[in-house]
């Protein structure tokens, strides 16, 4: 395997997508979209079947994993499998062709995948991986599921195993009973139960990079020159313009409902604020006390507020 394959992952409608593609304009990076979501499922990148949204890979289930994504983190297409899985026969050999030129050249690959969020440290031990965990503030985060009418799909969570015994234990009960609950407080949940488990990893893993949303968002030339030195990857000045051309102020400060997240521009500092618009203030109330002290290891008073 080349240079050491980036992760950037974090809850989802984290900024992830942005951060991957931002990074991936380093040369010699290729980005790889979301293995984990089995709403992409494509065998030519990928061969594993992941059976649920947020599959918890590690050590007692990793089997039908290892090899797949081996490959896929070493740019190896599975040509047959997507040839067989679409009955077409021009765009697999094209993308067979590029991976192969990509992997001949030593290209390091990126792979953005919020899905693979439970598995962050399986895949850092297996495939040596630096990662990015990207976080936004959980008002931010119930916010954009609102907009977007996404329930959180705790049934999938509770119904591995594993999952339950190494993450949700302490979560159990409330997860049972959150499936009524509105969606604004099911975010603020899931965001407490990964970003709870992030400020282990802070103190287990001082490689991991942890990048907020709303940092980015305020210093994307500064932040992002400052990522791409940590992953050890080259910056340049048409680099640079690239990311402030992403977040310029003449950017819309929110996303259209039918975005395109690989080429979307949004004016950044703005959109740090968009939940004040989206959430009631007894929502952002709930939020906030659902999130507890999870939240208060990412964010003080002043990000709940704009002063």
């Known amino acids: 395997m080349p240079a050491h394959p980036i992760l950037v992952t974090g809850i989802h409608r984290s900024g992830s997508t942005w951060v991957g593609h931002m990074l991936a304009l380093a040369p010699g990076v290729a980005y790889v979209h979301e293995p984990f979501n089995m709403d992409y499922a494509h065998p030519g990148k990928c061969t594993a079947r992941f059976p649920y949204r947020f599959t918890y890979v590690t050590g007692d289930n990793e089997a039908p994993y290892l090899r797949p994504l081996w490959r896929?983190?070493?740019?190896?297409?599975?040509?047959?499998?997507?040839?067989?899985?679409?009955?077409?026969?021009?765009?697999?050999?094209?993308?067979?062709?590029?991976?192969?030129?990509?992997?001949?050249?030593?290209?390091?690959?990126?792979?953005?995948?919020?899905?693979?969020?439970?598995?962050?440290?399986?895949?850092?031990a297996?495939?040596?991986?630096?990662?990015?965990?990207?976080?936004?503030?959980?008002?931010?985060?119930?916010?954009?599921?609102?907009?977007?009418?996404?329930?959180?799909?705790?049934?999938?969570?509770?119904?591995?195993?594993?999952?339950?015994?190494?993450?949700?234990?302490?979560?159990?009960?409330?997860?049972?009973?959150?499936?009524?609950?509105?969606?604004?407080?099911?975010?603020?949940?899931?965001?407490?139960?990964?970003?709870?488990?992030?400020?282990?990893?802070?103190?287990?893993?001082?490689?991991?990079?942890?990048?907020?949303?709303?940092?980015?968002?305020?210093?994307?030339?500064?932040?992002?020159?400052?990522?791409?030195?940590?992953?050890?990857?080259?910056?340049?000045?048409?680099?640079?313009?690239e990311i402030l051309a992403h977040s310029s102020a003449d950017n819309p400060s929110s996303a259209p409902p039918d975005e395109s997240a690989p080429g979307l521009r949004l004016n950044s500092l703005a959109n740090i604020w968009n939940w004040q618009e989206r959430l009631t203030a007894a929502e952002v109330a709930r939020v906030r006390a659902i999130a507890g002290e999870a939240a208060d290891a990412w964010y003080d008073d002043a990000d709940w507020g704009r002063a």
């Not at 697999?92 to 192969?100: C, S």
């Not at 990207?134 to 119904?159: D, I, N």
């Open 72 to 124: 896929t983190l070493t740019l190896r297409y599975n040509l047959w499998p997507e040839i067989r899985a679409t009955r077409a026969l021009r765009r697999p050999v094209r993308d067979a062709l590029g991976f192969a030129r990509l992997r001949l050249a030593g290209t390091r690959t990126l792979m953005k995948d919020p899905m693979a969020v439970f598995s962050t440290e399986w895949l850092a």
């Open 126 to 241: 297996q495939f040596a991986m630096a990662v990015v965990v990207c976080v936004r503030h959980p008002a931010a985060f119930a916010g954009s599921v609102k907009r977007f009418g996404w329930s959180t799909p705790f049934a999938e969570l509770l119904a591995q195993p594993l999952l339950r015994r190494d993450w949700l234990q302490p979560h159990v009960e409330e997860i049972r009973a959150a499936g009524d609950w509105p969606i604004v407080d099911q975010a603020a949940l899931l965001w407490r139960v990964i970003y709870d488990r992030a400020r282990l990893w802070r103190a287990r893993h001082p490689d991991w990079l942890f990048v907020r949303h709303e940092d980015l968002s305020r210093r994307p030339r500064a932040e992002f020159e400052a990522l791409y030195r940590a992953l050890g990857l080259a910056f340049s000045a048409d680099i640079a313009a």
